[in-house]
């Protein structure tokens, strides 16, 4: 299972904090990725990190501004999100397969959370 929380209402340039907590499975065999869906726009892939090798993935669109890392005492993944604007306005999910199919494009995983809401005003 995986379990999103930290979404909010948050002012343009502001900074929110989302975390996924994994249980019930091997947390050590999966990669862990963040997703999010905006109203009328396809899923896309925001960040992933493997636990294996602590490779990490950005989207072009946060890169620099968002941060994902990983508590392994916890089995907890953290996105770190900074300088948020308007257009990351969605629903973010997180998810867990392997790294390679978390950042092909697909938008395919094993497991998904339930999502959590982050709206940015202007």
């Known amino acids: 299972h995986l379990m999103e929380s930290g979404g909010g209402l948050v002012q343009a340039g502001g900074s929110l904090t989302l975390s996924c907590a994994v249980s019930?499975?091997?947390?050590?065999?999966?990669?862990i990725g963040w997703f999010r869906q905006a109203p009328g726009k396809e899923r896309e892939g925001v960040s992933c990190?493997?636990?294996?090798?602590?490779?990490?993935y950005y989207a072009a669109s946060v890169k620099g501004r968002f941060t994902i890392s990983n508590d392994n005492a916890k089995n907890t993944v953290y996105l770190q999100m900074n300088s948020l604007k308007p257009e990351d306005t969605a629903v973010y999910y997180c998810?867990?397969?392997?790294?390679?199919?978390?950042?092909?494009?697909?938008?395919?995983?094993?497991?998904w959370g339930q999502g959590t809401q982050v709206t940015v005003s202007s």
């Open positions: 998810a867990a397969d392997l790294f390679s199919r978390l950042t092909s494009g697909g938008n395919r995983a094993l497991y």
């Open positions: 019930g499975f091997n947390f050590d065999d999966y990669a």
């Open positions: 990190i493997s636990r294996s090798d602590g490779n990490t």
